[in-house]
């Protein structure tokens, strides 16, 4: 995945996040789901305090944008958005394959610290990675929404249950991993455009336009149009 930080207003993140809020967070019709203003009195500035941490971090590497917000999806799709992907040790989620090039980590350890001086043993880190992919979004120049809170943290993290989208699955594939998550076909093309906030590397993609499926020619479900338009404009091969 890329780190440029160009984002696109356009690519509308708001739906996908809600669907999130509204689905993935906790499972138990009993437990408390997420609101806005859930934390009042007990913590009235986590909002402000999260937004400081993510600020500075911003400011001493964009990079941080794309990696918080990809981390954010990489939570909540596997089991709900418990920041279970935040936990480390062996056989953990941050051991899987596709969690290896996750960063950004300190940026949540830090928000955590200061909200812990400030309301101890009150914000959870799930309700602070939603915060901060919200707040890195919105510097890069993308769009703000209200972040509904309280989510409970998971104490489960398992590598054998990160089951992502890959960049090498079909169309029908990923439709199928977004379905069985209550998310649709436009909950699929708004986090392929936007979860990582700018450009993905040549080596995500290249092969679909090349040598698709070893075959040494372009993948034929691509407009014929586009192939050598994307070759010129993004692939720089021309």
């Known amino acids: 995945m890329g780190s440029s930080t160009n984002f696109n207003p356009c690519y509308v993140l708001l739906p996908f996040f809600l669907v999130l809020a509204a689905n993935a967070t906790h499972t138990n019709f009993f437990l408390?789901?997420?609101r806005t203003g859930y934390y009042g009195s007990a913590c009235w500035n986590v909002e402000s305090i999260v937004r400081s941490v993510v600020e500075s971090n911003y400011l001493a590497n964009p990079a941080n944008?794309?990696?918080i917000l990809r981390m954010h999806f990489h939570?909540?799709?596997?089991?709900g958005c418990d920041a279970s992907v935040l936990l480390a040790g062996p056989n953990s989620e941050?051991?899987?394959?596709p969690n290896l090039s996750l960063r950004g980590f300190n940026v949540i350890e830090e928000a955590k610290t200061?909200?812990?001086i400030a309301c101890p043993r009150t914000v959870s880190c799930a309700d602070i990675l939603a915060?901060?992919?919200r707040d890195f979004v919105n510097l890069a120049g993308g769009p703000w929404w209200p972040v509904p809170l309280g989510r409970l943290d998971g104490r489960v993290s398992l590598a054998s249950n990160v089951i992502l989208p890959g960049p090498t699955d079909?169309?029908?594939v990923q439709k199928l991993r977004f379905a069985e998550k209550n998310l649709n076909t436009q909950d699929l093309v708004v986090l392929a455009a936007g979860h990582t906030i700018g450009t993905a590397g040549c080596v995500v993609f290249r092969d679909r336009f090349f040598n698709y499926d070893n075959?040494?020619?372009?993948d034929p479900t691509i407009a014929p149009s586009f192939v050598p338009q994307m070759i010129r404009s993004k692939l720089n091969v021309l």
């Open 32 to 34: 408390p789901r997420p």
């Open 65 to 67: 944008a794309p990696g």
């Open 75 to 79: 939570d909540c799709f596997v089991q």
């Open 94 to 97: 941050r051991t899987a394959i």
């Open 114 to 116: 200061q909200l812990e």
């Open 131 to 133: 915060l901060a992919a």
């Open 170 to 172: 079909s169309v029908a």
């Open 215 to 218: 075959t040494g020619s372009p």
